[in-house]
C-alpha cells in the first residue's frame, strides 16, 4: 500500500525523521491560507499522487507569496497528474501539499528496503539525490553504497556512520545523519514498511539533515497490524476494477489484454498469461489481468471476480484455468454455474479444470445449459479462447 507524501511526512514526526514544515489543502483557498501560515519567503505546492515524475510533469511548483501558492494549487487540483509512473490516463490529484522552501547545500539519497537475494534489510545511500536511483544505479552503480542489516542485531550506529561518511557528511552533520537513519529504521520495522525511500534526502545550508520528499510502501501482509495505516489508503489512486477486487480478497491487476483470466494460485496465473500471449499474439490477442481467487474460492468470490471481468469494456472472452486440489472441481464448477447465471455473460468463456473431482466438475458444466467450452489442456484452452473472440 502506497502512501501520500503528506502521510509519509506525518509519519517521519512521529518516528523523530527530520522534514520541513508542511500543510494538507484540498481547494486554492486552503492552500493560500496554509501559506500564509506557514510564513516563509518561498513555498512549495506539491500534487498529491501515488506516483513520482511530478516534478516534470508540473506537479511541483516553487512560488514566493500564498496568493502564488492558491493559484499553482487551483492549476492542479480537479485535474489527472501524468507522469512517466503512471498510464495515460494519469493519477487524480485531490489535494496538495504546502511546503515551505529549504536552503539546500546538498541533495543525497537514502532508502531501506529488503534485498531479497540476500535475505535481509540494506539500508542503501547515494549521493545523487534528485536523481532517479533507476538511472544511478545503470549509469554510476559505484555512486550507490549499501549497508546490510543482520536481522538479530538491527541497524548498528557503526553502519550508519559507515554511510554517514560515505556521503561527504562532516561535523555535526554525522551525528544528525546517524539519528536520522536509526530513526527510520525503527520506523520500517514497527510500520511493516516494504520499502522507506527518500529522494532528495538534503543538507541545508546551515547544517542539517531533513528529508525533502519522501516515498514509503506498506506491505498488504502487514497492514491487519495496524489498522491506523490501513485507513490511509487513497481508493482514488487505485484502479477502480482494483479496489472491487480488494473487497473480496481477489489477487487482481488490470492489463491491456483482451482476454480475461480467472485462475487459482499465482503461479498458474502467470503460466495463464503467458500461454495465452504465446498463443495470440500473432492473432492481437493477450491477457487483460492477473486474477488469483485463491485456493478457497466459494461461489460468493467467483462471481465477484466475474462481474469484474465482464465489467472491463476491454474483455472480448474469459478463460478460467483452475486446480481442484483444496476446492475440488466440482464445488468450482458449481460457482462458475452459479456466477455465470448471476451476471450476463455476453463474451465467450472457456473452462479448463484438473485436479479433484475433474470428470464431475466438467459434467456439471456441460450439463449447465450455459454457453461455456470446454478445454481439455491449458494449452487447447489458450487455443480455444483465442480462436472463439476472433
Do not use: W
Amino acid at each position: 500500500m502506497n502512501l501520500h507524501e503528506y502521510q509519509t511526512r506525518d509519519l517521519f514526526s512521529k518516528y523523530g525523521v527530520a522534514v520541513p514544515p508542511g500543510i494538507l489543502a484540498k481547494n486554492a483557498a486552503e492552500a493560500e491560507l496554509a501559506a500564509e501560515k506557514l510564513n516563509s519567503s518561498l513555498y512549495v505546492v506539491k500534487a498529491q499522487v501515488h506516483a513520482g515524475g511530478r516534478g516534470k510533469a508540473g506537479g511541483v511548483k516553487l512560488v514566493k507569496t500564498p496568493k502564488e501558492a492558491g493559484a499553482a494549487a487551483a492549476g492542479m487540483l480537479g485535474r489527472n497528474l501524468i507522469t512517466y509512473q503512471t498510464d495515460a490516463k494519469g493519477q487524480p490529484v485531490n489535494s496538495v501539499f504546502v511546503t515551505v522552501g529549504i536552503d539546500i547545500a546538498r541533495e543525497l539519497y537514502l532508502a531501506i528496503l529488503l534485498d531479497r537475494a540476500q535475505g535481509r534489510l540494506v539500508m542503501m545511500a547515494s549521493t545523487e539525490g534528485g536523481v532517479e536511483i533507476e538511472k544511478v544505479a545503470h549509469e554510476t552503480p559505484e555512486k550507490i553504497i549499501k549497508e546490510t542489516i543482520d536481522p538479530a542485531l538491527g541497524l548498528q550506529a557503526y553502519q550508519a556512520r559507515n554511510l554517514a561518511f560515505a556521503l561527504g557528511l562532516e561535523g555535526t552533520q554525522v551525528g544528525k545523519a546517524v539519528t536520522f537513519m536509526l530513526n527510520l529504521y525503527k520506523m520500517y520495522l514497527e510500520t511493516d514498511a516494504a520499502i522507506i525511500e527518500i529522494n532528495p534526502l538534503v543538507v541545508t545550508k546551515d547544517g542539517d539533515i531533513q528529508a525533502l520528499d519522501g516515498k514509503v510502501v506498506l506491505d498488504d501482509n502487514g497492514l491487519f497490524k495496524h489498522p491506523e495505516l490501513a485507513a490511509l489508503d487513497d481508493t482514488t489512486q487505485h484502479d477502480p476494477r482494483e479496489t472491487e477486487a480488494r473487497k473480496y480478497d481477489l489477487n487482481y491487476v488490470g492489463l491491456d489484454g483482451n482476454i480475461g483470466c480467472m485462475v487459482n494460485g499465482a503461479g498458474l496465473a502467470m503460466a495463464t498469461m503467458d500461454i495465452i500471449k504465446h498463443i495470440g499474439e500473432a492473432q492481437g490477442a493477450a491477457p487483460a489481468n492477473f486474477l488469483d481467487v485463491g485456493g478457497g474460492a466459494d461461489e460468493v468470490k467467483v462471481t465477484a471476480a466475474l462481474k469484474i471481468l465482464l465489467g472491463d469494456t476491454q474483455v472480448k472472452g474469459i478463460l478460467i484455468n483452475i486446480f481442484g486440489g483444496i476446492m475440488k472441481c466440482d464445488t468450482i464448477a458449481n460457482g462458475i454455474v452459479a456466477a455465470a447465471k448471476a451476471v450476463n455473460l455476453h463474451v465467450p468463456m472457456v473452462v479448463r479444470l484438473e485436479g479433484t473431482n475433474v470428470e464431475l466438475g466438467n459434467k456439471i458444466l456441460a450439463d449447465s445449459g450455459l454457453p461455456i467450452i470446454a478445454g481439455n489442456s491449458l494449452k487447447d484452452a489458450a487455443e480455444k479462447i483465442v480462436a472463439a473472440i476472433r
